[in-house]
């Protein structure tokens, strides 16, 4: 983890509707983090915010949440975003213990996707999934999780028991059992491959 964010905040007392609409009026991002202590309300500012969810990393990084002064570790819940605007309207942190294991979406990057096998025979890759949420201790937590499509040949699939996983990390959706894992990524014939 070379590149820890850090999000700026200040306390706010005030909760509901209205306190929300007048923090965003001024320019921030109402927020609340929770976990290990009492749920403390904050605010943030909003283009701070924006120029950090710009970097994928955020999503799986633990983060430095600086309150009044006072640092915390924690990830990134939940982000809550306009349907129409480019704006960000509520964040969740959840503060984390290094010592205990935590849950956190990672995203996936395929490599190798049309020098592979099936890329060279016309195959075209259909992605099931983005990213899985991973099980681990926070120093143990990936940027992101590699697949690499070099030897997927076309009607073949790469499944979530396949993915070359860091030590330490485990994937949720496979600790209930065999019949969930489920396809990641698939090399099927393109039209135009099937039509030749």
């Known amino acids: ?30 927020a609340v983090i929770y976990g290990h202590g009492e749920p403390q309300m904050l605010s943030l500012s909003h283009n701070e915010v924006l120029k950090h969810l710009a970097h994928e990393e955020v999503y799986s990084h633990i983060l430095d949440v600086t309150i009044d ?10 982000v809550q975003r306009h349907p129409a605007k480019p704006r960000v309207l509520h964040l969740d942190f959840l503060r984390i213990n290094l ?4 849950k956190v979406h990672v995203p996936l990057h395929f490599i190798n996707e049309h020098t592979g096998i099936g890329g060279k025979r016309g195959g075209v890759a259909t992605h099931s999934m983005a990213d899985v949420e991973v099980l681990c201790l926070p120093a143990s937590l990936p940027d992101f999780i590699e697949v690499d499509l070099a030897t997927l040949d ?19 959706e496979l600790t209930h059992g ?12 393109s039209k135009t491959a099937a039509e030749d």
Request: proline content about 4%; overall charge positive; glycine content about 8%.
């Open 154 to 172: 076309v009607g073949h699939s790469i499944h979530l028991s396949e993915l070359k996983l860091p030590v330490g990390v485990q994937i949720v």
């Open 178 to 189: 065999a019949d969930h894992d489920l396809p990641v990524v698939s090399m099927l014939a």
């Open 99 to 102: 010592a205990d294991r935590i």
């Open 1 to 30: 983890m070379s590149n820890v964010f850090e999000f700026v905040a200040e306390t706010r007392q005030e909760t509901g509707k209205s306190e929300a609409r007048r923090i965003r009026r001024a320019g921030n991002v109402p």
């Open 69 to 78: 002064g006072k640092t915390e570790k924690a990830i990134l819940k939940g």
